[in-house]
């Protein structure tokens, strides 16, 4: 038996039972045999970073967080990554540390996949320091695996590493987060604790039953979203090479324009968002049907309760909504609307029994190209869109005091099958279009969604009511 098949048969039955007890984190911790599982947060430093001092400030931040302690000193065959200095890689760059710098970019990416593959080792947390050429830039990359951190836990641990890193722990927190209703911080709660009612009695079967009807008719349905859209006889990329992200500050007068839009039509800028892209869907989906599928990111964060918005651990569950995409700009809105808040309540279960599905799924012995295929038919659906809202955390320095972030993009995992995570966050008070993406889906991302889908959300917010008209859609596959 190998090293590595012993550490599996270790961790093996203390994991399946936390599997299914957590779904939330479970889903990713067996998934990771079949896709990479860590999200991105991506900062341009103006000024170079000192690795020894990032090193120190990584290894003393880890030990602040009692579940990544415990992961990375467990005796269940987890290489205990903070003991071997192998938690941050540093880099050199000959392109410019510019998120628009394509070699950047590819490179970045290829480093992540290196760092993170399928066949690497288990490592929750990784940290890539880039240096530029001429040392008055660095980037800083911080890979946080989903099943032990959403994207708001990796805000929180970023925000402890670069104070960490600035010599300020310990200073009192800024007004507005002392301000919240605070449970433990840095606490990483299991989900049996913070939903009981999900696992008493005869919910967990009942779940069971549900979660698999649903399979069942998702399997058979006709009504799904698949936007593909290569380059023409390109061949598909390298696997390592296929996956790329976007960052784009909206305009600054589509900005604006959001909220009042909002307000005027009684809506969510998640609504507006939603239903843009609902439009793009209806233009660009390759077979077409009357509805746009597509997937949401819910959070049980803050549906939980406030008290537990600082806690550090997995909250996102993906819930799948149909909207017709031919509807009127306002009941277009209102079903999209109807659909979110019933995925938030109900909804839920359903999809967190898919969740405990698919968990046996992956370790089931069906061979990977089937398994893909599987989540691929009852996903129904390539894209997936999240909206993190306004990132509470001051990510305008490398801690207070500190060198000056210039940019910052975050974005998950591309997990299987989805091709295209749209994100819109407000960092700074901008907000922002995070997109990653696999370029054999996507050979020209700015033309083939970034402008038509800003155009599609400039015509919905568009406060003079004219008539929409009619697109040039000469990319679309016909």
Known sequence: MTTIEAQEKAMTMDSHLRAHRDPLSGFF???????????????????ELDPN???????????????????????????????????????????PLDFDSTGFRENLMAQVARNNGVNRDYEPVHLLLVH??????????????????????????LVELMREYAGTTGETAP????EREQGPRF??????????????????????????LEITRRMATRARTQISLPASGANPSPPEGDVDFRHIVLPQQLR????????????????LFSAALVRYIGRYQRRRHPLAVYTIAISLRKLIGAAY????????????????HELEDQKLFSRIEAQTAAARQEGLEVELGRMESAITLFKSPLPRALVLWIMKRTQGTNILYSNPGVIEEDFSTVGPGGPSISAMTIFSCLVPPYDLVIHTPTIGGRLQLDLVYRRSSFSDIDGQFVKPFLWELEQLVDARGNERQTRDSSVVNS
């Open 309 to 324: 918005a600082e806690t550090f651990r997995s909250y996102m569950i993906d819930c799948t909504l149909r909207v017709p």
């Open 29 to 47: 911790r067996w998934g990771r045999r079949l896709f990479p599982i860590a999200n991105s947060h991506v900062c341009i430093v103006e000024g």
């Open 175 to 178: 007004e507005s987060a002392t």
């Open 256 to 271: 604006e324009e959001l909220p009042l839009a909002a307000r005027r039509y009684n809506v969510t800028i998640n609504t």
């Open 53 to 95: 001092r990032l090193r120190h400030a990584l290894q003393t931040t880890l030990g602040r967080f009692d579940h990544l302690h415990d992961l990375l000193t467990a005796d269940e065959g987890i290489r205990r990554t903070h003991l071997s200095g192998n938690a941050l890689t540093v880099i050199s760059s000959e392109h």
């Open 187 to 212: 606490e990483h709660l299991p989900l049996e604790r913070l939903r009981p009612d999900w696992f008493a009695g005869w919910a967990p079967v009942v779940r069971w039953a549900r979660a698999n």
């Open 132 to 157: 530029s050429a001429d040392r008055r830039r660095s980037c800083l990359h911080l890979s946080i695996t989903h099943d032990v951190a959403d994207v708001k836990s990796g805000n929180i641990f």
